[in-house]
């Protein structure tokens, strides 16, 4: 059975669907089968995907949709056939969100840096807490070198959550990789292929000592 990861944030804009994309693009070039989801009713993953459809020379992905109830049979589904499952979740944290957590090895919580979406962390973490389930904060949109930075970073460390290494930053490149149904990875080489490169190492490292 694959293993699935679930991204997760109350807050809208914390990049939780680039953090979704660029993590299935960055598993399937290492060599993974992978399956992304998508239980945004704003279906962004979704529009990804079928904009993806459009090039015939990116690696291929399964994709699905699933409302909340319908997370656990379609989750079990895809594990079947699939290394990695990718859940991309709306912005939200309540009874919704509980199916996709429930049914995680791994639950990513994307951070921008943010106060404001440093505060939206704790309903995820304690969710997640609930269904004893180990989550990880990644911090996405990162500016180093900035005061804010270390200050969000610092805070996000002491939170009951381990915080990522690896850094997604502020690239334009995500955004407009998005938009063309593709992954920074899949641009021409720069800091951001290693930034997920690294990223994917560290979540499968992360998976292993499950």
Not at 190 to 201: F, I, K, M, Q, W
Request: with cysteine.
């Amino acid at each position: 059975m694959g293993q699935v990861i679930t991204i997760a944030q109350q807050k809208g804009g914390a990049g939780k669907t680039t953090l979704a994309v660029n993590l299935a693009v960055g598993f399937a070039r290492a060599g993974r089968t992978v399956a992304l989801m998508d239980t945004d009713p704003q279906g962004s993953a979704g529009r990804w995907f079928m904009t993806r459809l459009e090039q015939s020379d990116a690696p291929g992905l399964e994709f699905s949709t699933a409302s909340a109830w319908g997370v656990p049979y379609e989750c079990r589904k895809l594990a079947e056939k699939n290394d990695i499952v990718i859940i991309d979740t709306p912005p939200k944290a309540d009874s919704d969100l509980r199916p996709a957590l429930r049914a995680a090895d791994l639950v990513l919580i994307p951070v921008a840096t943010s106060h404001l979406d440093l505060w939206a962390v704790e309903a995820v973490l304690d969710l997640a807490r609930r269904e004893d389930k180990p989550a990880l904060i990644v911090m996405t949109r990162g500016r180093a070198g900035t005061r804010l930075a270390d200050d969000v970073t610092r805070k996000a460390g002491e939170m009951a959550a381990e915080v990522a290494a690896t850094t997604m930053a502020n690239r334009v490149v995500y955004a407009e990789t998005l938009g063309q149904g593709r992954a920074a990875p899949e641009a021409p080489r720069g800091p951001a292929h290693e930034e997920v490169e690294n990223l994917v190492r560290e979540v499968e490292a992360r998976l292993n000592h499950l």
